[in-house]
């Protein structure tokens, strides 16, 4: 019998007919999807939590085409190429991105659980205008080449989509290479696809190894966090695999106070670690997903700081071809002399310590 995974991608809701058995289409979003031409769609499972009546619901604007796609005042032509330093001397196959020395990006597919319309890889994925060729086995010949390598992220697509065994042929590889130390995969499918998460997945890429495995997630709103997503973390942690969050701030879904305090919350109570919130890069065709760049700062000042756990605090950064820039100014130092520093807590509440010299 076929796995429900499986039957989750070859039932996919890609077409406008499927579309209509989980909501009601407005006028805009059929425009756009007869209009448009780039690649969309989600899985069944992550369709039904779309709100059947809302055209503004958090996950029908990021499943399905806008016409605002056209609008493309802020967005960078070539994005790609520059972002991943892929136009450089350095001669690394199309499945090498590099931004840091240690460390890599490989992308082992273009299949997607769910095409995002904020993707930063959007030019190859969703509008397929940029034509690289993904070939995994030229890409691991060069990480084991390059000895400075310590540190992989897998990626995609969606790395989660390859089988069982090619997932356990591609991590066995990679740990049997000397100067690796860790694995990260990036994978939407705890929160699109949690069916994924079968014994043979944990049996493929878990269990305790001296180059483990770590999972990055992206969640963007508290509504895509299910049971079904809270099984398949626990399944994951239960094989020695940690999962991170990796949230973009989008507006209109998740740049008020109250929804992101909620989403972090609730990323805690399902065992996923908020790690990074990304500033919407400036891919082409999302400008309208985009705030100012200080709302990510502001959002993590007055929603989470002395308002939960640090658990929930994400970094707040920006991702360029030069890494990823910390994009959080020091809202706590309000003050600074000789003697001491005023210190301002959450409340407006202020306190002193001495100034310390070197």
């Known amino acids: 019998m076929q796995e429900e995974w499986l039957q989750q991608m070859e039932n996919q809701v890609n077409t406008l007919e499927k579309l209509k058995k989980y909501i009601r289409v407005s006028e805009a979003e059929t425009l756009a999807l007869r209009t448009l031409k780039s690649k969309w769609g989600t899985t069944p499972y992550f369709a039904s939590l779309m709100d059947p009546e809302d055209p503004s619901c958090p996950i029908r604007r990021q499943v399905l085409p806008s016409m605002e796609e056209q609008v493309n005042r802020y967005g960078m032509e070539n994005y790609l190429m520059w972002k991943e330093n892929r136009d450089t001397e350095e ?105 994924r998460i079968t014994e043979g997945l944990k049996k493929a890429i878990g269990g305790f190894h001296k180059v483990p ?95 939960t756990t640090g658990l929930a605090q994400p970094m707040y950064v920006l991702a360029t071809n030069i890494g990823k820039i910390p994009l959080m100014p020091d809202y706590s130092i309000v003050d600074k002399n000789e003697r001491e520093y005023t210190l301002r807590n959450h409340k407006g509440q202020t306190t002193r310590i001495p100034n310390i010299p070197e």
Not at 107 to 116: D, K, R
Not at 252 to 266: C, P, S, V, Y
Request: with cysteine; hydrophobic share 40%.
């Open 91 to 195: 001669i690394r196959p199309d499945s090498i991105a590099r931004q840091y020395r240690d460390r890599v990006a490989f992308t082992v597919t273009e299949v997607c659980g769910i095409y995002c319309r904020h993707c930063f890889r959007k030019e190859l994925v969703v509008e397929q205008d940029l034509q690289l060729r993904f070939d995994v086995e030229e890409g691991l010949n060069w990480i084991a080449a390059n000895p400075e390598i310590r540190d992989v992220l897998v990626t995609g697509g969606d790395p989660l989509l390859m089988s069982d065994d090619q997932l356990a042929d591609l991590i066995g590889r990679l740990r049997s290479i000397g100067h690796i130390e860790m694995i990260r995969i990036g994978s939407r499918l705890p929160i699109v696809l949690p069916q």
């Open 213 to 307: 495995v770590w999972i990055n997630t992206q969640c963007n709103h508290p509504k895509e966090l299910t049971a079904e997503t809270e099984r398949a973390v626990y399944e994951l942690m239960s094989c020695g695999i940690n999962v991170g969050n990796q949230a973009v701030l989008l507006k209109g879904i998740n740049d008020d106070t109250e929804t992101f305090r909620a989403l972090h919350q609730k990323l805690l109570r399902v065992r996923i670690r908020p790690y990074y919130l990304f500033y919407c890069e400036p891919a082409p065709g999302i400008d309208h997903f985009r705030t100012p760049v200080e709302k990510g700062a502001e959002l993590i000042r007055d929603g989470l700081r002395g308002h």
